[in-house]
C-alpha cells in the first residue's frame, strides 16, 4: 500500500505521488467526471500568463497544468518534488523545463517570478504557511498568485452528497483506475481535512500576499484564490 498520512511527511508524499504517476492524469480525469479540464481553463484565464513572463507552476506534476502557460507565450517552470512525476511529464512534454523543488524550500532567487501557481498541491505541503511565504519571497513586487485548490461546498445538501461521495464512491473507482489506489484515500481525507474558503485567505494575508479573494469553481468544491504582492512603493 502506498499512501501518506494526513501529518503530510514529505517522504511519505512523495512516495505516493511517485506510485501513481504513470496513470494520474487518466485517473483524475475518472474521479473528476471531466471537470478539471474546466478548472484548468479557470486557472489559465485567472493566471493570465502574456509572452514574455516568467510563471512558477508548484506541484506541476506531469506538466499538463503548465502546458497553457507556455503555449501563451510565457517562460514557465514546471516545479514538483515527485521524481516519479517529473519523469513522466519529462517523457510527455520534453521541451518544458521541469525542476525538482520543495515548496517549502524553492530552488529559485527571491523576485524571480511574474506569477506563481498551485493547483491541488499546496494541501499536500506539510507546512501550508511556509510554502506561501516562499511563494511570496520568489514572486517580483506587484506579481501574483493562484492556488487551486479543493475545498468546501456552499450548499450544505450538495455538501453532504459530495462528501460522501469522497470517503465511499472515490477509493472504488480509484480501483479500477489508478496504478497506486490507495493513495486515493489519503487524498480524500486530506480533501476533508483542508480549510474552507475564508480559512485559506487568511492564511495568504497573514503571510503577507495583499489582494487576497476567491471564486467558487463547480459550486465551491473547487475554489480559485488569488492574491497579489505588494509593490514596495508608498502611497503619495
Known sequence: MTRASLAKQPSEVRAMFD????????????LALGQNRRWRKAVARAVAARPGERVLDL???TGTSAEPFAAAGAFTV?????LGMLAEGK?????????AGDATRLPFAD????AVTISFGLRNVQDTDAALREMLRVTRPGGRL???EFSHPTWAPFRTVYTEYLMRALPPVARRVSSSPDAYVYLAESIR????????AARMLRVGWRRVGWR?????????????????????
Open 216 to 236: 467558487n469553481l463547480s459550486g465551491g468544491i473547487v475554489a480559485l484564490h488569488r492574491g497579489a504582492k505588494a509593490t514596495g512603493r508608498r502611497a503619495p
Open 78 to 82: 514546471p516545479c514538483d518534488f515527485s
Open 59 to 61: 506541484a506541476a506534476g
Open 19 to 30: 506510485s501513481v504517476a504513470a496513470r494520474y492524469d487518466l485517473t483524475n480525469d475518472v
Open 193 to 200: 481535512a483542508w480549510p474552507n474558503q475564508p480559512g485559506l
Open 91 to 99: 517523457r510527455r512534454v520534453p521541451w518544458l523545463p521541469f525542476t
Open 111 to 114: 523576485g524571480s517570478f511574474d
Open 146 to 148: 493562484v492556488v487551486c
